[in-house]
């Protein structure tokens, strides 16, 4: 079971960093703060969520690395 769970970790890492890219590019421009405030905050929202889960997807798989 580990061991499908780590091999599918780098498509899912590639997934997450993807739509982190894709999200961040659009907070940068400055039209993305002409939008309503819960199309941002949503928006903010998700990036940082991105970003903790990213981090918690990294641990699992150091986790999973060192157990081998």
Partial sequence: ????????LPAR????????QEL???VSEAAFYQQDK??????LARVNALRTELEA???????????K
């Fill in 57 to 67: 997807i990294y641990a699992r798989w150091n986790e999973l690395e060192s157990g």
């Fill in 13 to 20: 890492i590639e997934a997450l960093e993807r739509e982190q």
């Fill in 24 to 26: 961040e590019a659009r």
């Fill in 1 to 8: 079971k580990e061991t499908r769970e780590l091999e599918a």
């Fill in 38 to 43: 819960e199309t941002i905050a949503t928006a």
